[in-house]
């Protein structure tokens, strides 16, 4: 298994999605680099927003290789 800095090295994010009672599909509230600070904005942000309707919040990790230290790195190479 890759470490957390090599995954952010390498462009993964994880992102935080929310189920809202009112809404069929899941939005995206918010992304972390770790999957630790993504965990924590998953839970403190359910706790807060239960009362508003949340059933579910949920992290997926995601590879975004346009990231601008991917691409920095990729031209110093050159």
């Known amino acids: 298994m890759t470490g957390e ?15 809202f009672l009112c809404n ?4 995206r509230v918010g992304t972390r680099k770790t999957k630790r600070g993504a965990n924590h904005l998953a839970t403190t942000f359910e706790k807060i927003n239960h009362q508003f309707g949340v ?19 990729k031209a110093k190479r050159r």
């Open 24 to 27: 069929t599909a899941s939005i």
């Open 55 to 73: 059933e579910h919040v949920y992290v997926k990790l995601r590879h975004d290789p346009l990231l601008d230290e991917v691409m920095c790195n």
């Open 5 to 19: 800095r090599n995954m952010t090295r390498n462009g993964y994010r994880w992102d935080v999605f929310a189920d």
